[in-house]
């Protein structure tokens, strides 16, 4: 039963990334009446967008306040790099974000990448101050002023995805050698937080939103509208295109592995991962947690 299960899930993999090959290679029919329509709803959807931002920022808040987060980033250079270390710094862009792997920030990236090259693209914002603080993808490598420099001056994204979905995502990114997806929570679950792997580290702990005052909170499954939203807002030219990312051609096959891999995990697993991600329950919310409806609600209440 669990090798069958595992099998279908290979195929279903293997045929999402068939389907979106295909589509990646058809062109575009571009629809004239559609994209009347999409300018005249753009301003709408923008209001919305800032406004979800604002709801986030809002809870995030409202959490460091709850929890008595600090929100001193540490002053000797070895701590402050050590609670920056998952920070990336873009200099052309001015974007600091924290890198997390399977929060679609790899398709980030390669947007960023796409941009630094093109040279008609640049800020519209004048910055307050050109400086130069060196090129270092890490923020981590800069010194501490610099660091304050930049998280003051530039714009700071996270990418946040829920819990469960990370776990899956970690299992089907081979981290589980031979284990089935009971084995591969218990082996999490005993190692407790100190020492998990960043693929399943809280948020929280990785980003440290209460020390980073984020500008965006941008949330998997909604990358496409939310970046687009994001770079208008930084700043960049409204030509630019954003290729369509992964979250929206993986949602139906996560939907289902979520439904199959909750139900192999006994109640007391789900009870013992609602506590080791309570904080980045807390302070973000997820548009579709099974965990969280099905188990965690009800622990925290
Ligand atoms: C920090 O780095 C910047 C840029 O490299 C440099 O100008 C500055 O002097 C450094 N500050 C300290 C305190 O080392
Ligand atoms: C973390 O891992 C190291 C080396 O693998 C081990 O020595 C240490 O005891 C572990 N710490 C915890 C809290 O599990």
């Known amino acids: 039963m669990r090798f069958l299960t595992r099998v279908f899930i290979l195929l279903s993999f293997g045929c999402i990334s068939l389907l979106w090959f295909l589509w990646r290679h058809t062109p575009l029919i571009q629809d004239s009446l559609s994209m009347k329509e999409e300018r005249a709803n753009s301003a709408l959807i923008f209001d919305t967008l800032l406004h979800v931002q604002q709801l986030r920022k809002k809870m995030l808040r409202s959490f460091c306040n709850k ?18 270390s998952s920070m990336m710094v873009n200099n052309k862009l001015h974007f600091l974000y924290c890198k997390i792997p399977g929060t679609g920030v790899e398709d980030w990236e390669k947007l960023l990448e796409m941009l630094v090259e093109r040279e008609d693209v640049t800020l519209h914002m004048p910055v307050p101050y050109q400086r130069q603080f060196g090129t270092s993808k890490m923020l981590s490598h800069y010194n501490v002023t610099s660091m304050e420099a930049m998280m003051k001056s530039y714009t ?18 081979g981290l589980a050698e031979g284990l089935t997806f009971q084995e591969f929570i218990q082996y999490i679950l005993e190692g407790g937080s100190m020492n998990a792997s960043v693929e399943w580290t809280p948020l929280v702990s990785l980003c440290h939103p209460c020390i980073i005052l984020y500008d965006y909170i ?84």
């Open 218 to 301: 941008v949330v998997f499954g909604l990358l496409g509208s939310e970046v687009h939203h994001l770079m208008l807002r930084a700043g960049l030219p409204e030509s630019i295109q954003v290729p369509e990312f992964i979250d929206s051609k993986i949602r139906w096959t996560y939907s289902w592995l979520e439904d199959q891999m909750f139900k192999e995990l006994s109640l007391e697993q789900k009870k013992q991962l609602c506590r080791f991600f309570r904080f980045d329950f807390a302070a973000f919310s997820f548009p579709h947690s099974l965990l969280w409806d099905l188990t965690c609600i009800s622990e925290s209440n």
């Open 67 to 84: 929890h008595g987060k600090t929100n001193q980033l540490p002053h000797t250079q070895q701590k402050a790099s050590q609670t920056l």
């Open 156 to 173: 700071k994204v996270i990418f946040i995805r829920e819990p469960f979905q990370r776990l899956i995502y970690a299992y089907m990114h």
